[in-house]
């Protein structure tokens, strides 16, 4: 048995029966070169290539970590966590009873809560995060402050919706109607540069 060695760490035996079928010695002398580069080609071109994100972490090889606050900080939008916490708030306090505060307030109005979380989920990023609260008639509040801009929404129990506007030193502005009547839309959208409400 005569076996061709190889630069790859396998061998080509040119007397094996899978070979033997009309390869002569003297031709496999001249193909090897030819199959160990089509082998390395197909192996090569068979396997992806690891990117390091997709590598483990080693002794040599550190973990790859990325700053969050930078990468928001450059992009300029709020972290979805911030909405996240604000609708788990919300779902908390639609769970509140009657006299939650020991005084006699109401207890959360389940419909104005669902709109109020409806609501929260048509934020995009580039909206300021509200701080989500509940009233003591049962109301879900939503209050959007940012570069002295003040507004809030409130989802009250009767399907009436009251919307609050102060920017800055100007006047306080009030709009006050149905949930998605065409007036506290166009409040929502023209003055407090929110989504309308569906």
Same mark, same amino acid.
């Given at each position: ?9 396998? $061998? ?13 010695? %003297?031709? $496999? ?7 160990? =580069? ?56 639609? &769970? ?10 109401? =207890? ?26 509940? *009233?003591? @008639? ?8 940012? &570069?002295?801009?003040?507004? $809030?929404? =409130?989802?009250?129990? !009767? *399907? ?6 102060? !920017?800055?030193?100007?006047? %306080? ?9 065409? @007036? ?5 959208? !023209? ?8």
């Amino acid at each position: 048995m005569t076996a061709i060695s190889t630069v790859v760490p396998f $061998s080509i035996d040119a007397q094996s029966p899978s070979s033997s079928s009309g390869i002569t010695a %003297s031709k $496999s002398k001249r193909l090897s070169p030819y199959m160990v =580069a089509g082998s390395v080609i197909f192996l090569l071109a068979a396997s992806p290539a690891a990117t390091e994100a997709s590598q483990s972490p080693t002794s040599v090889r550190s973990a790859l970590l990325q700053n969050v606050d930078i990468v928001d900080e450059r992009r300029g939008y709020q972290r979805a966590t911030e909405f996240d916490r604000g609708i788990a708030r919300l779902r908390e306090f639609r &769970e509140y009873q009657q006299d939650w505060d020991g005084s006699g307030a109401a =207890a959360a109005h389940q419909g104005a809560f669902d709109y109020a979380i409806a609501y929260m989920n048509e934020l995009e990023a580039w909206h300021p995060a509200p701080l989500t609260t509940l *009233g003591r @008639d049962g109301s879900a509040i939503l209050e959007f402050e940012e &570069e002295g801009v003040f507004c $809030s929404i =409130a989802f009250l129990p !009767d *399907g009436e919706v009251e919307l609050y506007f102060k !920017d800055g030193d100007d006047a %306080s502005r009030f709009a006050s109607g149905p949930v998605g009547s065409r @007036d506290v839309n166009a409040f929502l959208t !023209d003055v407090m540069n929110l989504p309308a409400i569906a």
